[in-house]
């Protein structure tokens, strides 16, 4: 005699492993740190006196949160504000980083909205972007030292912009997800 199996019904292994300790695993790694890496100044100028600062935002629960967050703070221009804020700050680039420091998912700052940068796809991917990342920050070093510290900074934003891509691999499918469903406007 067998048993037939109904399509409703699921072993407990089944839905501990498929449901339950992803959602645990994930649970750990929240909530999700937002920053912003730009330059800062005191006089608002592009010279030699500005300097590349992190700038922390806040936390949210859930990746989709952190990116609507993240465009609203951008959007109400308040990316540097506070006890500790400077008079000029040029925001660059969007982080979304979760409990432990991995990248959840990155985009670079223009005329005032974040272009979050697709994932890597695999881990071969990966070590050609740290490769590349490591060539524009070994050609920005060598440009500082010239005294040529606009390249160099030049150099150093396009260093991590390529790392904007180094998304943590247990993010890369949520932010891959992400990045397909249409955003609303």
Not at 99 to 118: D, F, K, M, N, S
Not at 125 to 143: W, Y
């Amino acid at each position: 005699m067998t048993i037939a199996r109904f399509e409703t019904f699921r072993p407990i292994g089944e839905i501990l492993a498929a449901d339950v300790l992803p959602a645990l695993y994930r649970a750990q790694k929240l909530p999700l740190r937002i920053s912003c890496l730009g330059l800062a100044s005191a006089d608002g100028g592009d010279n030699a006196d500005s300097f590349e600062r992190m700038i922390p935002l806040g936390e949210c629960p859930s990746p989709e949160e952190a990116m609507q967050f993240a465009a609203l703070r951008l959007s109400r221009g308040d990316i540097c504000s506070g006890s500790d804020s400077f008079p000029h700050f040029c925001p660059r680039i969007m982080l979304i980083q979760d409990r432990e420091y991995g990248l959840v998912l990155a985009g670079e700052i223009r005329a005032g909205i974040i272009l979050w940068q697709q994932p890597v796809t695999s881990n071969a991917e990966a070590r050609r972007i740290v490769t590349e990342a490591s060539r524009l920050r070994g050609m920005a070093f060598a440009a500082s030292g010239r005294a040529n510290r606009e390249l160099a900074r030049d150099l150093r934003l396009r260093a991590s912009l390529c790392e904007a891509r180094l998304v943590d691999p247990f993010w890369r499918e949520t932010a891959s997800d992400l990045l397909r469903l249409p955003q609303a406007a």
